[in-house]
Nanobody, 116 residues
Framework: VQLVESGGGLVQAGGSLRLSCAAS????????MAWYRQAPGKQRELVAA????????KYADSVKGRFTISRDNAKNTMYLQMNSLKPEDTAVYYC??????????WGQGTQVTVSS
């Protein structure tokens, strides 16, 4: 499985972006998925997670009510809709897949920059 993120960019505070994570292979529907982010000088943190069937597992407290995680197993794609963006949301956002055997797979990341 390979993961490719897209949709990052520069946006003003209060704006929106939608990130996508496209997966190769035919096992996407078996994997739990998540979005993580890492800001400069900080540890990578979990943003949101979703089960293989599409049930939301968790949102970070800092994004609850603003971000929505979803997936389309027919398209092998996961999404992160980000609304009401804040400068503190600036980070590299990473897609993660967790296989049934607990192997963790990462994408290369996409930069999100929110200007004040």
């Amino acid at each position: 499985v390979q993961l490719v993120e897209s949709g990052g960019g520069l946006v003003q505070a209060g704006g929106s972006l939608r990130l996508s994570c496209a997966a190769s292979g035919n096992t996407f529907g078996s994997n739990a998925m998540a979005w993580y982010r890492q800001a400069p000088g900080k540890q990578r943190e979990l943003v949101a997670a979703i089960t293989s069937a599409g049930s939301v597992l968790k949102y970070a407290d800092s994004v609850k009510g603003r971000f929505t995680i979803s997936r389309d197993n027919a398209k092998n794609t996961m999404y992160l809709q980000m609304n009401s963006l804040k400068p503190e949301d600036t980070a590299v956002y990473y897609c993660n897949a967790r296989t049934p055997s607990s192997t963790s797979i990462w994408g290369q990341g996409t930069q999100v920059t929110v200007s004040s």
